[in-house]
């Protein structure tokens, strides 16, 4: 049911694989009203299992704090649209940062006596949300992935197409679904595992780059998400301590960096991409006049 987009659902889903990880990377779902991020980021999340994930259209300030401890370790947390979750934001981060969250409250017990207690909750968990106002949200933006629907009129006429086609009923809506169920077995075989990477060492980020930290932080963590996905196609190794991993191949840096070469521009860019579009789209009408 995904028309065109194949490197944002590519992206997205790799993203969404390392909720099983230690160490999860986000995502964020950029574009105007109507672009289909929303719609993106639903048909992505269907293929996974549905007991991984907690879909999220709004929710009140200390929600967050009252899961059960592991309730939402090694989730998928999806919230619709962003603006509906701008109270947990600080919690938010903190889950997506230090992967656990903490809230001492006072209550009263059965003999009405006050008694302090720390509620704990736990991650890591994987964020994925979508917005479009990108400036609003920069400090999540930060953590994320960021991924811009694409907007284009080629993109207009296939999802046109695909539109009427579906009014047409030629669309297999079971096919669909088989492939839907397969994605989610093909998680469910998917095992924490540690990864490492020998030649990490050797990448460096072009100076240009914004927040080259966090940025790095990023890549490196996308190049692992490669990697997991194909822990059955990889040596499984031991270390002196007995601690099984598996190691990332130049393979799995060169998918990854052609994934990931054309976001990672876009995120250092010190424009919105709206904003750039719209500044090149002038520069080229100069040019003609």
Partial sequence: GIVGEQQNSMISYLI?????????????????????????????????????????????????????????????ILIEDLDGAMTVFYPLRELQTKRRISKTVTLKDSKGNLKTITLTVEGPVCVSGCTTKEKIYEDNANRCILLYTDMSKDQDKRINQYQTRLSAGEINHEREQQYQ???????????????????????????????????????LGFIEAVTFYHQYQREVKKDT???????????????????????????????????????ESIKRLLQTT
């Fill in 16 to 76: 969404y694989c390392t909720r099983k990880q230690p160490i999860p990377l986000h995502v964020m779902f950029l574009g105007s009203s109507g672009s289909g991020k929303t719609y993106l980021q639903e048909r992505i999340s269907e293929l996974m299992p549905p007991e991984d994930k907690i879909e999220i259209t709004q929710i009140t300030d200390n929600a967050l704090y009252y899961f059960k401890q592991e309730e939402l370790k090694h989730k998928l």
């Fill in 181 to 219: 169920r397969l994605f989610q077995n093909m998680q469910r075989m998917l095992k924490p595992i540690t990864i490492i990477n020998p030649y990490a060492k050797y990448i460096q980020l072009p100076e240009a780059v914004f927040k080259p930290r966090r940025t790095m932080t990023l890549l």
């Fill in 241 to 279: 301590s007995g601690t099984l991993y598996i190691e990332t191949t130049t393979t799995d840096i060169e998918q990854a960096f052609a994934l990931l070469k054309e976001v990672l521009f876009s995120k250092s860019d010190e424009l919105t991409r709206a904003t750039r579009d719209f500044f």
